[in-house]
């Protein structure tokens, strides 16, 4: 039987990781090539400019209808490609990018949201970033959809030992059923920081609300000095 339970975990463990790199490859596409498209064509519409004063307002304002449709693309495609695969994840972190995403889920779910981060994080592994990225945003899922919600705290901590992220907040407690939305999304958690040698610690506060910890040992997510993450 455990050789059975260890094969299921390899098995999840590999689609998760081939998931993340079908986002990665899919979030290059479109930021290269409809991105490139989008641009284009703004910049063919520019080069009308000087003409649209001589031409009837009503083609005046199909351009102009044009250039904000334009630009309402734009928007999308790039909302698209960071949720596929966040750019700020490979440019300038882990915990810059998970700042990105509490502000907008708090934004879109009108709810006040907290970070304690640190300023400086170790230089992690593509696999272990995406990872941790990953487990977070699904425990910032579990804390947001529940009923009255007013707050989510982000908190991140590292030592010489361990790496860990917390997510928090208030409203009503999480269902404790196997196919509740929150229960599927814990499993896909623990198996994404099993997979890093790390646990996950879920806490229900007696007055209402979720905790959820993941902690991984630095030794398993940093980079070795002088390697390609």
Known sequence: MP????????????????????????????????????????????????????????????????????????????????????????????????????????????????????SVEPRLTTRASIALFRSAQEALVIGLERDAVTAIELVGTIDENALSIRVSGDGAKLVDEPQNLGSLTLESIRHRIRALGGIVNVGHPADGGIIVEVSTPIAKITAAPGTHS
């Open 3 to 118: 050789v059975q339970v260890d094969t299921t975990f390899e098995m999840i463990a590999h689609f998760q990781q081939l998931a993340e790199h079908e986002k990665a490859s899919l979030a290059r596409e479109l930021h290269d090539e409809l991105g490139g498209l989008l641009i284009g064509a703004v910049m063919d519409i520019a080069l009308l400019a000087p003409y649209l004063p001589t031409l009837p307002d009503g083609i005046q304002q199909r351009v102009g209808r044009v250039r904000q449709a334009l630009g309402s693309a734009i928007e999308l495609a790039r909302r698209i490609t960071e949720e596929l695969h966040p750019t700020l994840l490979d440019n300038v972190g882990l915990f810059a990018a998970l700042r990105w995403q509490l502000r907008n889920a708090c934004a879109r779910n009108k709810i006040r949201c907290i970070d304690n981060l640190p």
